[in-house]
């Protein structure tokens, strides 16, 4: 079991830059892929990014590519978000998951979530 811990959100400007961060607990942590999403009331949650178990290959929502970059420490077993060229439809409480050996994107796929942490970036 691994429990999630999201930190970084806050308030931004259009065009600027946060770093979104998921602590991680547990001694397994390569054997996790570890997804971010967001949600905006009224809506699905979105997939964002994630970083696949054992390959650490990354992959983006068509949303965010070219702006947002996943990163992870296994030392330090955290996940980062680097948020670049935020829009104000980034607006959205963030979430990371996490999916024990397999590499999902629907977010009904993934078993842990943390509790979120909200980004505004207005315009």
């Known amino acids: 079991q691994v429990q999630l811990a999201e930190s970084g959100g806050g308030l931004v400007q259009a065009g600027g830059s946060l770093r979104l961060s998921c602590l991680a607990s547990g001694r397994t942590f390569n054997s996790y892929t570890v997804g971010w999403f967001r949600q905006t009331p009224g809506k699905e949650r979105e997939f964002v990014a994630k970083?696949?178990?054992?390959?650490?290959?990354?992959s983006y929502g068509d949303s965010v590519k070219g702006r947002f970059a996943i990163s992870r420490d296994n030392v330090k077993n955290t996940v980062y978000l680097q948020m670049n060229s935020l829009k104000p439809e980034d607006t959205a409480v963030y979430y990371c998951a996490a999916k024990q050996y397999s590499s999902p994107t629907r977010p009904g796929d993934y078993d842990y979530w943390g509790q979120g942490t909200p980004v505004t970036v207005s315009s």
């Open positions: 970083t696949a178990w054992w390959t650490f290959t990354t």
